[in-house]
């Protein structure tokens, strides 16, 4: 049973970055795609980004590409997200995700989620 806890989320004013952590437990890390994704008040969970552990490869969801990175660091099992230029339309709650095998860009596609941590930007 992979356990994953988001650390990170505030309230900033448009412009501003923030780094979101989520550290994994219980699973071995280096194999399996880690996800961020993201819901707003009213609106479905939704893709941000994802690091594939299987081709080493990166995958962002149009609306953050050129603002947000991810990244991984195995050893510590750790992914982050780094936000920047944050706008008022990323306001939400960040969950961290994870799935054995190759990137998904689906929520049902990943089997193991964190609690979320809540990001508000303000205009």
């Known amino acids: 049973q992979v356990h994953l806890v988001e650390s990170g989320g505030a309230l900033v004013q448009a412009g501003a970055s923030l780094r979101l952590s989520c550290a994994a437990s219980?699973?071995?890390?280096?194999?399996?795609?880690m996800a961020w994704f993201r819901q707003a008040p009213g609106k479905e969970r939704e893709f941000v980004a994802a690091?594939?552990?299987?081709?080493?490869?990166?995958f962002y969801a149009d609306s953050v590409k050129g603002r947000f990175t991810i990244s991984r660091d195995n050893a510590k099992a750790t992914v982050y997200l780094q936000m920047n230029s944050l706008q008022p339309e990323d306001t939400a709650v960040y969950y961290c995700?994870?799935?054995?095998?190759?990137?998904?860009?689906?929520?049902?596609?990943?089997?193991?989620w964190g609690q979320g941590t809540q990001v508000t930007v303000s205009s």
């Open positions: 995700a994870a799935r054995e095998g190759g990137f998904r860009s689906r929520e049902y596609e990943y089997a193991y």
């Open positions: 690091s594939s552990w299987r081709t080493g490869s990166i």
């Open positions: 219980g699973g071995t890390f280096s194999t399996y795609t």
